[in-house]
Nanobody, 115 residues
Framework: QVQLVESGGGLVQPGGSLRLSCAAS????????MSWYRQAPGKQREFVAE???????NYADSVKGRFTISGDNAKYMVYLQMDSLKPEDTAVYYC?????????WGQGIQVTVSS
């Protein structure tokens, strides 16, 4: 099995930055592919960004140009650099991967953007 643990969340003012980290452990041989999702209160969980084989990245339109996903395969870590944060980025952020056909989720971490 694979375990994912997110860290780095918190409270930040609009326009500020945060970097989320996702540490993978267990029966994992590669961090690719890995994704970030988020869920705001009263809303469905939505895709934010992914990093796939060959370190190819994809982003939701709402975060493109502001968020950057990266990974360190040697450390089994994936990061989400979030810049120019907006109040609408407030959500619980989850990292996600697959172990075989099973979706694996971290416990989630709160990001709050507020003045």
């Amino acid at each position: 099995q694979v375990q994912l643990v997110e860290s780095g969340g918190g409270l930040v003012q609009p326009g500020g930055s945060l970097r989320l980290s996702c540490a993978a452990s267990g029966r994992i041989y590669s961090i690719y592919p890995m994704s970030w999702y988020r869920q705001a209160p009263g809303k469905q969980r939505e895709f934010v960004a992914e990093i796939t084989y060959g370190a190819v990245t994809n982003y939701a339109d709402s975060v493109k140009g502001r968020f950057t996903i990266s990974g360190d395969n040697a450390k089994y870590m994936v990061y989400l650099q979030m810049d120019s944060l907006k109040p609408e980025d407030t959500a619980v952020y989850y990292c996600n991967t697959y172990y075989g056909a099973n979706a694996i989720w971290g416990q989630g971490i709160q990001v709050t953007v507020s003045s």
